[in-house]
């Protein structure tokens, strides 16, 4: 005997923007988390890895930072240039190490 597939509902479910799961409105807040770093700061780290374009990446807080101009293992002062959605860039000021 074939297998019957579940049928289609007449009902389609609706979710406008910022509803969650359930349909219960999510916080803004919720959706989107603040930056630790702000444009302008300066900051001494130490370069963990290195991106595909050949800028240095660090974690400042939990929230990954390319380096111009950086390689794995150096330790430098650096400045925050930018700051996007769920990273930011920085420039090296001096190498400290």
């Known amino acids: 005997m074939p297998r019957r597939l579940p049928e289609k509902s007449r009902y389609k479910e609706k979710r406008s923007k910022g509803y969650g ?3 219960r409105p999510v916080q803004l807040e919720q959706m989107v988390r603040p930056s630790p ?17 050949g800028d240095g990446i660090c ?3 939990g929230f990954r930072t390319y380096v111009r101009g950086a390689k794995t293992g ?24």
């Open 37 to 53: 770093v702000k444009e302008g700061e300066e900051y001494e780290v130490v370069i963990e890895d290195v991106g595909s374009k």
């Open 59 to 61: 974690n400042i807080k």
């Open 21 to 23: 799961r359930y349909g």
């Open 74 to 97: 150096d330790r430098v002062k650096m400045r925050i240039t930018e700051v996007m959605g769920g990273f930011a860039t920085a420039i090296v000021v001096e190498q400290t190490g």
